[in-house]
Structure formats: structure tokens, C-alpha cells
T-cell receptor, first 115, second 110 residues
Framework: KAGVTQTPRYLIKTRGQQVTLSCSPI?????VSWYQQTPGQGLQFLFE???????NKGNFPGRFSGRQFSNSRSEMNVSTLELGDSALYLC??????????????FGPGTRLTVL | KQEVTQIPAALSVPEGENLVLNCSFT??????LQWFRQDPGKGLTSLLL?????REQTSGRLNASLDKSSGRSTLYIAASQPGDSATYLC?????????FGTGTRLTVIP
């Protein structure tokens, strides 16, 4: 079974631009969660999607948004990029139901650098 | 808000040693606890998942324990190998998401 895939793996943008990251979950997994990892803040939860609906949201500004498609693939968008958005963005999928109850499987991440 | 702490932040051991990594959390109302491994610049690899009703889980040379009442978990690695060098993260599952610790960076010296 293929694992969680994320594209692109690396991205360089400049301040003010916007970016879209993509995540394909493990086949059959319906829940996709996104996390931001930085050296200063560690791993922080962004949001979770389940059956095309955002179910949970972390404490991030509205510049961070996402969506999920009918095939469970998810995209994350960051608008008006700031230097502090430079981070490793990880997505995780879990089988069914509430992600809290199920093991999460992580992708390799997208390394975003904002110049 | 759930706070997850991992001690020590970094650890160096000679190959072959047994070692213990610690994880503590402030809110005992968790659904499960997961231990992950992260290699530099890479994603997270799930090592062990302990449901809140369980006390421990084992996988090969790894053993994780959970004491919900005291808010603690330990990851025991037996007979460490250089390939075990990585950052180890614990995460506790609340109602809405995972709360991660800051990790322990392990170096196993050949």
C-alpha cells in the first residue's frame, strides 16, 4: 500500500505570494490533518479534514486554509506569505472516524522557504 | 491546553546500550499516545500507538509504556544501534488533534 504523498517536496517563495501544497492520503483513509513544524514552535496542528469538511482547526490565522476533495486528497493554501511561514508542512492521514482515535500516518513533508 | 514535555532534549549513547526516553503531559484526558521517529528533514514514522486503556505496547526492540494518571509515557529502546539515531517525538491525542512534544534527539555512537 502506498504511503502518504506530498507535493511538492521543496518550495521557495517570496513574501506576499501565495502557495498551495498537496497531500494524497493512504488509500482508504478519509481523514487528513495538516501540521506546521518549525524549530521554534515545534509541531503545531493546522486543521483536519474528513469527508470534504473541515472538522477541526488549530490556532492559525485565516491566511492558512485548506480543502479536501471527494477522493480524500487535500490541499493547503497559504496566502500573503510571511517570512515566519517558512517551515516543514506535514500532512497525516488516518483510516476512519475521528483522527483522535486512530493512528496517524505522516507524509514526507513539504519544505517551504519564504524569502 | 495540553502541554507535552520530553526529557532529555538530546541524548548520546554508545552502541549497544539500553535507553529510556521520557514524555509527560499535563491533561490526562487523552485518547491515545503515539511515539514517532523523525530523521533530519524528513516526515514522521509511527513507532508505537498506545490506546488510553492500554499500559504498554511492544514492537521489536521498542517498548512504550503509558501511565495516564501520572501523565507519563516512556519509550524503552533495547540494544541501541547507530541506525536508531533520530529525533523521537511523542504525541498525545485529545478530542480534536495531536499535541506534540518537542522531541528528544538521540545519537547512538558506533
Amino acid at each position: 500500500k502506498a504511503g502518504v504523498t506530498q507535493t511538492p517536496r521543496y518550495l521557495i517563495k517570496t513574501r506576499g505570494q501565495q502557495v498551495t501544497l498537496s497531500c494524497s492520503p493512504i488509500s482508504g483513509h478519509r481523514s487528513v490533518s495538516w501540521y506546521q513544524q518549525t524549530p521554534g514552535q515545534g509541531l503545531q496542528f493546522l486543521f483536519e479534514y474528513f469527508s470534504e469538511t473541515q472538522r477541526n482547526k488549530g490556532n492559525f490565522p485565516g491566511r492558512f486554509s485548506g480543502r479536501q476533495f471527494s477522493n480524500s486528497r487535500s490541499e493547503m493554501n497559504v496566502s500573503t506569505l510571511e517570512l515566519g511561514d517558512s517551515a516543514l508542512y506535514l500532512c497525516a492521514s488516518s483510516p476512519v472516524g475521528t483522527s483522535s482515535y486512530n493512528e496517524q500516518f505522516f507524509g514526507p513533508g513539504t519544505r517551504l522557504t519564504v524569502l | 491546553k495540553q502541554e507535552v514535555t520530553q526529557i532529555p532534549a538530546a541524548l548520546s549513547v554508545p552502541e549497544g546500550e539500553n535507553l529510556v526516553l521520557n514524555c509527560s503531559f499535563t491533561d490526562s484526558a487523552i485518547y491515545n499516545l503515539q511515539w514517532f521517529r523523525q530523521d533530519p528533514g524528513k516526515g514522521l514514522t509511527s513507532l508505537l500507538l498506545i490506546q488510553s486503556s492500554q499500559r504498554e505496547q511492544t514492537s521489536g526492540r521498542l517498548n512504550a509504556s503509558l501511565d495516564k494518571s501520572s501523565g507519563r509515557s516512556t519509550l524503552y529502546i533495547a540494544a541501541s544501534q547507530p541506525g536508531d539515531s533520530a529525533t523521537y517525538l511523542c504525541a498525545v491525542s485529545g478530542a480534536n488533534n495531536l499535541f506534540f512534544g518537542t522531541g528528544t534527539r538521540l545519537t547512538v555512537i558506533p
